[in-house]
């Protein structure tokens, strides 16, 4: 059994104050902490190991490149796919999605034809298509939510059509932690010749995930959601997809052979990885995957699960505490949003801040969602295994004291 406490040790960040408060960080899903494995796996890389990938033919760049696509191998490990070069290096989720906008889409999609998203996408899984619709004259389509925030399977069979050229959907929501059906929507999809695209930046902190299984056409996440650096992301695409894609970038490292007015891509995934990458980055993901791997994620989503059942009942029992989403914690993988009474979001995370609860409190990202709510914002609590009760505590004390503050915040 997995001593979380003892977990807890591995991230100094949480042993701070804030305003003189112990920290309880519960803003996870903006981006989570990392564990010291990580941070010194940076810091070594540049310490002993700093050189160039692909090109060099000394020694230490010998050994860079083999860690460099080692790592590309550890992640497809980590979300079963079925070969590395379907694991593409990027910059995090958005870049992953525009890469697929920007090059399948560019590719496939014309005018009359349909876009399909759902309501609950962040504006990195809505804005590529919503653009790209304009762009070609194509139909973008949203899949409505039930009043409990989950896909409305009965509106999915309406939208999905012969039309549809590509689904696009959240793994798990980022404003109400919903769980998307991906495996059945990607079926439909298959079903009508389209394909499917999984936003799964906030479920790789959360549960196991495993590609063919889901039967995903690309999947795109980012490191820094799960205990990895900023600036790495990865795609994940089927190989026959990705090799009649055309680069999404040009420059070095992506080409095969350069004359003066012609030139020829090398193979995936280099194709897609134009420019010296985030060497750095890639092994700093890979050693968070190790951690991960380490405690185990069927027993990560187990704990995030129970830490979940213990906040969102104390938290809708709080008179004035209106909870977003379903009563179940089960359909609130990670992430609680919520509002007191007429209070603004943003006064609400400012007096929370005073207490040491670091939270978000906005539209996240994801404006037609939030105002589908019938608000313009919500404050955000967003769990991870490294939480404890305590955190949960000092959340629901300081919004007990906020109320207090603020005369209940009720008109």
């Known amino acids: 059994m997995t001593d979380w406490e003892r977990v807890r040790d591995d991230f100094p960040e949480l042993q701070q104050t804030m305003n003189d408060e112990r920290l309880a960080y519960l803003d996870n899903a903006a981006t989570s902490l990392k564990p010291t494995a990580v941070v010194n796996r940076l810091v070594n ?3 002993q190991e700093n050189t160039n990938v692909h090109r060099g033919t000394y020694q230490l760049s010998f050994e860079a490149t083999e860690r460099y696509e080692r790592s590309r191998e550890l992640v497809k490990e980590f979300i079963h796919a079925q070969d590395q070069r379907e694991i593409i290096f990027t910059r995090g989720t958005t870049e992953s999605l525009n890469l697929v906008a920007a090059t399948y889409g560019e590719q496939n999609v014309r005018p009359g034809d349909e876009i399909v998203i759902s309501l609950a996408e962040h504006h990195s899984n809505l804005i590529p298509w919503q653009q790209l619709a304009i762009k070609k004259h194509a139909t973008l389509k949203y899949i409505k939510l039930n009043p409990d925030g989950q896909i409305d399977l009965d509106d999915v069979q309406q939208k999905i059509t012969p039309k549809t050229k590509i689904v696009a959907v959240t793994h798990v929501g980022n404003v109400l932690g919903n769980l998307s059906p991906v495996k059945k929507l990607a079926r439909l999809a298959h079903q009508h010749g389209a394909i499917i695209v999984v936003d799964g930046a906030q479920a790789v902190l ?34 026959s997809l990705l090799e009649q894609m055309p680069p999404y970038q040009f420059g070095g490292e992506m080409i095969e052979d350069v004359q003066l007015y012609h030139s020829d891509w090398d193979q995936i995934p280099h194709k897609f990885e134009a420019g010296t990458p985030n060497i750095a980055g890639a092994l700093g993901l890979a050693s968070a995957i190790k951690y991960l791997q380490k405690i185990g994620m069927k027993s990560i989503q187990t704990r995030d699960e ?47 801040d005073m207490e040491g609860v670091a939270v978000r ?7 037609p969602l939030v105002h589908s709510l019938g608000v313009n914002s919500t404050v955000r609590a967003s769990l991870a295994f490294y939480n404890n009760q305590e955190d949960c505590d000092q959340l629901l004390k300081a919004i007990e004291e906020t109320k207090e503050f603020f005369n209940g915040g009720l008109r």
């Open 45 to 47: 890389f540049y310490q």
């Open 206 to 239: 959360h549960l196991p995930v495993d590609v063919q299984a889901l039967s995903a056409d690309f999947y795109a996440f980012s490191g820094h959601k799960m205990l990895g650096p900023t600036g790495i992301g990865v795609l994940y695409g089927k190989q």
């Open 306 to 352: 129970e830490l979940m059942a213990y906040l969102l009942p104390k938290l809708e029992a709080i008179l004035g505490v209106k909870v977003y989403g379903s009563e179940n914690p089960s359909q609130h993988i990670g992430v609680a949003s919520f509002n007191i009474g007429d209070l603004h979001p943003h006064d609400v995370a400012t007096a929370l």
């Open 361 to 367: 409190a906005g539209h996240h990202c994801a404006e």
